[in-house]
Antibody, heavy 112, light 113 residues
Framework: EVQLVESGGGLIQPGGSLRLSCVAS???????WMWVRQAPGKGLVWVSR????????EYADSVKGRFTISRDNAKNTLYLQMNSLRAEDTAVYYC??????WGQGTLVTVSS | DVVMTQSPLTLPVTLGQPASISCRSS???????????LSWFQQRPGQSPRRLIY???NRDSGVPDRFSGSGSGTDFTLKISRVEAEDVGVYYC??????????FGQGTRVEIK
């Protein structure tokens, strides 16, 4: 089982940017890599996927055009660049490998 | 997008007794490749989600055999044969057939009576 450790969360003003990182204990070259978020007291919502088969990316409609997922194989790290942040982006962000391994999450709070 | 509807939203259970959670999808979850990509996740209080079941009825490694998944088409069930204290938490079903997006149910909270 791969270990995943997220970082980069914090308090940010509306309109600001953050970059989340997820370091994996094993290679990120294969399998699919996702970000899933959970607003306080709410359920799980898929945010984005990095498809290792071809390097394609997909996004939830709510973040399309604002968030960018990327991967650095040399560093075994997955990223989520989040721009134009809104209050409704406040959530714990989880990194997951094909949903079979999950990190501990990193909290993003968007507030003035 | 597919809508995943779980019931009940809260499930009070007695230790040692069985429990059952229903998940219904707004469209059939049978993929064109013949598989049905329905998964179940457990999220204990204060913890990250953990996948229990994939493709309707396949248990992930390390998942106790008291957990089982069944169903087909649009109607799925997660069963716990004998609830233990460590089973308290929120359970989610998820559609992977119509991805992207991957759609979760709203969650079912399992609590001890």
């Amino acid at each position: 089982e791969v270990q995943l450790v997220e970082s980069g969360g914090g308090l940010i003003q509306p309109g600001g940017s953050l970059r989340l990182s997820c370091v994996a204990s094993a290679s990120t070259f294969s399998r699919h890599w996702m970000w899933v978020r959970q607003a306080p007291g709410k359920g799980l919502v898929w945010v984005s996927r990095f498809n290792s088969d071809g390097g394609t990316t997909e996004y939830a409609d709510s973040v399309k055009g604002r968030f960018t997922i990327s991967r650095d194989n040399a560093k075994n790290t997955l990223y989520l660049q989040m721009n134009s942040l809104r209050a409704e982006d406040t959530a714990v962000y989880y990194c997951t490998r094909s949903f079979d391994s999950w990190g501990q999450g990193t909290l993003v709070t968007v507030s003035s | 997008d597919v809508v995943m509807t779980q019931s009940p939203l809260t499930l009070p259970v007695t230790l040692g007794q069985p429990a059952s959670i229903s998940c219904r999808s707004s469209q059939s979850l049978v993929h064109s490749d013949g598989n049905t990509y329905l998964s179940w996740f457990q999220q204990r209080p204060g913890q990250s989600p953990r996948r229990l079941i994939y493709k309707v009825s396949n248990r992930d490694s390390g998942v106790p055999d008291r957990f089982s998944g069944s169903g087909s088409g649009t109607d799925f069930t997660l069963k716990i044969s004998r609830v233990e204290a460590e089973d308290v938490g929120v359970y989610y079903c998820m559609d992977g057939t119509h991805s992207p997006p991957w759609t979760f149910g709203q969650g079912t909270r399992v609590e001890i009576k």
